[in-house]
């Protein structure tokens, strides 16, 4: 049975539009050319409007076959494709990308319309630019958008970016303010945070939650962030022998991202765009801590690293919490000192919820140490 939460991403609206409107006019015509012909031939009132009514029919059905089954034979289509692909690493980050593919569509609209807004003045935050400047900027940034497949954030101010080299060369047919639609443009990409606890929408992705999961879950295990963590903290093996290292995994929650994807799955669990670990190393004197931050939406990019270390007398807190802008199904590890705060969040499942709470009872034992 069709679900009305599945809905085709793989076209634009204007592409759905078009459809429509050409297969209506199809429709129509043949049901006039009919009508016509029968009027010709003096039939009756009651034969023409069953043929007007056999037009609607057959209209209404030709629409409900592009909009419900059309999407579904797309999607089937282009995960065989990915299906057919030998190389586990390729198709394991084409299966990452193809699940974002609608979250990516609505970024890149969402750039667009912002950059349109700011070029025609709608803002009232800047200058307006028309005529061939705003063609030339609007065409480059669909090119753009169309060829690299990237999130909105970046695209807008790329594009933004390039305004003041057109405005300088003279392309431009009205007085231009670059400056202050280049500052209502970041301002306006930069403080729109994310929202986690959002009511996003579920849509058909044609690759499962437990797929997207286990692919990550697989380039984990051949990353080895256990080993990286020790070497990058210059510490031993030995130095940790009390309580083993502790791997925390899950989708980064960074509000601040502003090329940051969110899906949310069909068990309702929040996913993101980039993946985060944060492995957790405890010796006698020093918690320490190494975060491995990747890219997955456009294959699995490296994103990031970093350590942190904190001597124990120093750690004023160290618990678990929910609430706040967590999501639902979620909790986050709270480790507070003197100068600061560090958090990562991580899936509430019974394994996770046994380690974190020996952590904190490792935690609370090394504190009456020291």
């Known amino acids: 049975m069709f679900k009305f939460k599945q809905r085709l991403w793989v076209y634009s609206p204007i592409m759905w539009g078009v459809i429509t409107f050409v297969g209506g006019i199809l429709f ?9 012909s029968m009027l010709s031939h003096q039939s009756s009132s009651g034969t023409v409007w069953f043929l007007i009514f056999y037009g609607i029919v ?29 190389n586990e690493d390729e198709k394991s980050n084409e299966l990452v990308k ?6 990516r569509r609505q970024k890149q609209n969402a750039a667009i319309k912002s950059i349109k807004n700011i070029l025609s003045g709608g803002n009232n935050n800047g200058g307006k630019i028309v005529g061939g400047a705003a063609k ?3 065409g480059t940034a669909g090119a753009i958008v169309g060829m690299t497949g990237l999130p909105g954030g970046g695209i807008a101010k790329s594009v933004l970016g390039g305004m003041g080299n057109l405005a300088n060369k003279g392309v431009q047919t ?24 959002s009511d996003y929408k579920v ?12 692919v990550l879950k ?4 051949k990353l080895d962030l256990l080993q990286n963590g020790l070497k990058s903290l210059q510490i031993d093996e030995t130095q940790t022998s009390e309580l083993p290292p502790v791997c925390i995994e899950n989708y980064n929650m960074d509000e601040n991202n502003e090329n940051l994807l969110v899906a949310k799955g069909n068990d309702d669990i929040i996913r993101t765009s980039c993946y985060q670990a944060d492995c957790l190393y405890f010796t006698t004197e020093q918690l320490c801590i190494y975060q491995y931050i990747f890219d997955i939406s456009n294959g699995i990019n490296f994103q990031g690293e970093k350590t942190n270390n904190f001597f124990w007398q120093d750690i004023t807190k160290f618990s678990s919490e929910t609430g706040g802008k967590i999501p639902n199904g979620q909790k986050s590890i709270v480790i ?11 899936r509430e499942t019974p394994e996770t919820e046994r380690t974190v709470k020996g952590m904190i009872s490792y935690y609370e034992e090394n504190k009456k140490k020291h």
């Open 136 to 138: 030339g900027i609007f």
């Open 174 to 197: 009205a007085t231009v303010n670059v400056n202050s639609a280049m500052n209502a443009a970041n301002a306006a990409l930069n403080n729109s945070k994310i929202d986690f606890l």
């Open 28 to 36: 129509w015509h043949i049901a006039g050319i009919i009508v016509f």
């Open 336 to 346: 507070k000192t003197s100068g600061g705060e560090y958090q990562c969040i991580y």
């Open 218 to 221: 697989k380039r984990m295990v």
């Open 98 to 103: 193809f699940y974002f593919t609608y979250e």
């Open 203 to 214: 849509v058909n992705r044609g690759v499962s939650d437990e797929e997207l999961d286990e």
């Open 58 to 86: 057959i209209s209404i059905l030709f629409l409900v076959l592009i909009c419900f089954y059309l999407p579904k034979l797309i999607l089937k289509r282009r995960r065989a494709k990915i299906d057919a692909i030998s």
